[in-house]
């Protein structure tokens, strides 16, 4: 049983369109994340929810919309992609007080043409 | 400005070879250092957590240690099992919620 789950794993998409990558965890965790991993394995935060509310926001395009419709999934929506937003996508969660830092999902390889 | 960084980019090594990875951190206020594993085509996979200086974690063929300035991750007669990137990661107190930040990672590659 997947701990957090994406999908999709691959996407291949042409430059200008909107596409969406969802992310499930069945941990029970309160808090899930967003992180891009560029070409030189650099993670980099960009969003985090607790308890479906927003906390972290870092500087990002606003093309990026995260939505997280319950404590389990952290979905996120990308407008008018372009080419540099080519990356690996990292859903993670973690709970308050907890150890193990943060679980990972597998990422979702996002190649835009 | 919280800043993590790892060193060396790239290391190969013979297998039985033992090495240390290492981490340098600047934070306003240690809450937390992270070490983890990723191996290729997944997420990152936890590996240890840090509280203070002087701390110690084992797991098998790795040891991690913590300064106020750094951390190491020693690998001791390491198999090629063992290749992956190691990421370093801290959490400041008092930082947004519970953000954590990556270094860029070591690449570590075993040989037969």
């Known amino acids: 049983d997947t701990a957090v789950s994406q999908t999709p794993k691959y996407l291949v998409t042409q430059m200008g369109n909107d596409k969406s990558i969802k992310c499930e965890q069945n941990?029970?965790?309160?808090?899930m994340y967003w992180y891009k991993q560029d070409s030189k394995k650099f993670l980099k935060i960009m969003f985090s929810y607790n308890n479906k509310e927003l906390i972290i926001n870092e500087t990002v395009p606003n093309r990026f919309s995260p939505k997280s419709p319950d404590k389990a999934h952290l979905n996120l929506h990308i407008n008018s992609l372009e080419l540099g937003d080519s990356a690996v996508y990292f859903c993670?969660?973690?709970?308050?007080?907890?150890?193990?830092?943060?679980?990972f999902g597998s990422g979702t390889r996002l190649t835009v043409v | 400005e919280d800043q993590v960084t790892q060193s060396p980019e790239a290391l190969r090594l013979q297998e039985g070879e033992s090495s240390s990875l290492n981490c340098s951190y600047t934070?306003?206020?240690?809450?937390?250092l992270f070490w983890y594993r990723q191996d290729p085509g997944k997420g990152p996979e936890f590996l240890f957590t840090l509280y203070s200086a002087g701390e110690e974690k084992e797991k098998e063929r790795l040891k991690a240690t913590l300064t106020k300035k750094e951390s190491f991750l020693h690998i001791t007669a390491p198999k090629p099992e063992d290749s992956a990137t190691y990421l370093c990661a801290v959490q400041a107190r008092g930082s947004s919620a519970s953000k954590i930040i990556f270094g860029s990672g070591t690449r570590l590659s075993i040989r037969p």
């Open positions: 934070v306003s206020g240690l809450r937390g």
């Open positions: 993670a969660s973690s709970q308050v007080g907890q150890v193990y830092g943060y679980t």
């Open positions: 941990l029970g965790h309160d808090t």
